[in-house]
């Protein structure tokens, strides 16, 4: 099926630090996601992005959290600076709406460690 | 509220039994609820979704069943393999393009060969 890809695929960084987390989502699709997953729990929406727009976004989406997608390159997650509950799996998600149905595909994640 | 909540959290069953996976929501303005499952250190990845204007969908092994006055589905595998051993999440979304999926808790099964 398509194919959602993230880089990196491990982080570990300061607190303090400023950290970006890159998505390449399927080719066509309109709409851009992030989650986010700590360990064993359930997954998070943080934030969804379409035509180079925050649609909606969580109360997990703090100031410190940020998103773009310049000119049809990578969506990107990017924090600063980072905190210590940072620490989680960050999933990039994209989906192209089609009749009755909207399917979100997730990439790998990225595992994002702050210390 | 816009919870989903998942029962059980795990659950072990035998090759070739079947094994059933239980999803409640809370919010009845959700229309659209897709069923990921989820390898350890994999993204997830969809199974089969269903709109609320069906009672049932079935794919393979695979089927849901959809209760919209008492806000319940539940996910039936049958014919369980080693290889459906993973970690199943509920998802519910109100369908317009681009909306927020709310996830459950999941539950983990294991196939014991």
């Known amino acids: 099926g398509p194919k959602v890809l993230q880089i990196p695929s491990h982080q570990i960084i300061d607190m303090g630090q400023m950290v970006t987390l890159n998505c390449d989502p399927v080719?066509?699709?309109?709409?851009f996601y992030w989650y986010k997953q700590i360990l064993g729990q359930q997954m998070e929406f943080l934030v969804n992005?379409?035509?180079?727009?925050?649609?909606?976004k969580s109360k997990l989406f703090k100031d410190q959290f940020s998103v773009e997608r310049p000119d049809g390159s990578y969506f990107t997650l990017k924090i600063q600076p980072t905190a210590l509950e940072d620490s989680a799996v960050y999933f990039c998600?994209?989906?192209?709406?089609?009749?009755?149905?909207?399917?979100?595909?997730f990439g790998p994640g990225t595992r994002l460690l702050v210390l | 509220q816009q919870q989903v909540r998942q029962s059980p959290q795990s659950l072990t069953v035998w090759e070739g039994e079947t094994a059933i996976l239980n999803c409640s929501y809370e919010?009845?303005?959700?229309?659209?609820f897709p069923w990921y499952q989820q390898f350890p250190g994999e993204g997830p990845a969809l199974l089969i979704s269903?709109?609320?204007?069906?009672d049932k969908k079935e794919d393979g092994r695979f089927t849901i069943f959809f209760n919209k006055r008492e806000k319940k589905l539940s996910l039936h595998i049958t014919d369980s393999q080693p290889g459906d051993s993973a970690t199943y999440f509920c998802?519910?979304?109100?369908?317009?393009?681009?909306?927020?999926?709310?996830f459950g808790t999941g539950t983990t099964v294991s196939v014991s060969p």
């Open positions: 080719s066509n699709h309109l709409y």
């Open positions: 998600a994209s989906s192209f709406p089609g009749l009755g149905q909207d399917t979100q595909y």
């Open positions: 919010d009845s303005t959700f229309n659209y």
């Open positions: 269903i709109s609320s204007v069906s």
């Open positions: 992005f379409y035509n180079g727009k925050v649609m909606e």
């Open positions: 998802a519910a979304s109100f369908y317009q393009g681009g909306r927020a999926l709310i």
